[in-house]
Structure formats: C-alpha cells, structure tokens
C-alpha cells in the first residue's frame, strides 16, 4: 500500500504565494508520475500539474507561468509552487502518485492523498 500525506495549504491574499508538499511512504521503488489536482465547491476536479520520474511536466493552461511542479525521486515527494494567486486557484488540492512499483516489484495504480485546502481571498 501507499500512503500520499499533503501539506501547505491554507489561507492567502490573492498575489501572495504557497507551497504544497506531498510525500509518498510505503514498500516504494519508484514512482512514475506524481501530480497535483484541484477541486472547487460544485465542480469536477481539474487537474493542476504532473511531472514524471524524468521531469517531464505538464501544467494546466489556467496556472502557466504561475505555478512550478517539482519532486525529489530519492524522498517520493513532490511540490508545488504556487505564485501570483488568484481567488479562481481556491479550492482542495489533492496529490495523485500513478505506476508505482513496490519492492516487490508489483506495479499498482492511481493513488490520492486526503487533499489539502487553500484558498485565496481577493
């Protein structure tokens, strides 16, 4: 099993600036793409930004510019920097860790950590 635990949510002024942290914990060789998703009151959730064991990444056209994914492959932590916030970023942020293989080399899929809230006052 694997176990996504996120932190740095919270409360900020549009402008300002957050960082979100997730690690993932368990029997972890690797990871192939981590990422961010978020969820508004009364919509679907969105995907923010992912980045693959390599870096490659890929952002939401709506954060562009303003938000930079990033992950340490050694402590299966991934983060994101969130600048320039706007009132439309607001909602609960979840981490997605996808094609993991165990030590056991047992491939498994699709994980979601508990989400972290943020939301940003105009």
């Known amino acids: 099993q694997v176990q996504l635990v996120e932190s740095g949510g919270g409360l900020v002024q549009a402008g300002g600036s957050l960082r979100l942290s997730c690690a993932a914990s368990g029997s972890i060789l690797s990871i192939n793409a981590m990422g961010w998703y978020r969820q508004a009151p009364g919509r679907q959730r969105e995907l923010v930004a992912t980045i693959t064991s390599g870096g490659v990444t890929n952002y939401a056209d709506s954060v562009k510019g303003r938000f930079t994914i990033s992950r340490d492959n050694a402590k299966n932590t991934v983060y994101l920097q969130m600048n320039s916030l706007k009132p439309e970023d607001t909602g609960v942020y979840y981490c997605?860790?996808?094609?993991?293989?165990?030590?056991?080399?047992?491939?498994?899929?699709?994980?979601w950590g508990q989400g972290t809230q943020v939301t940003v006052s105009s």
């Open positions: 997605n860790a996808d094609r993991v293989r165990s030590r056991s080399l047992v491939i498994s899929y699709n994980y």
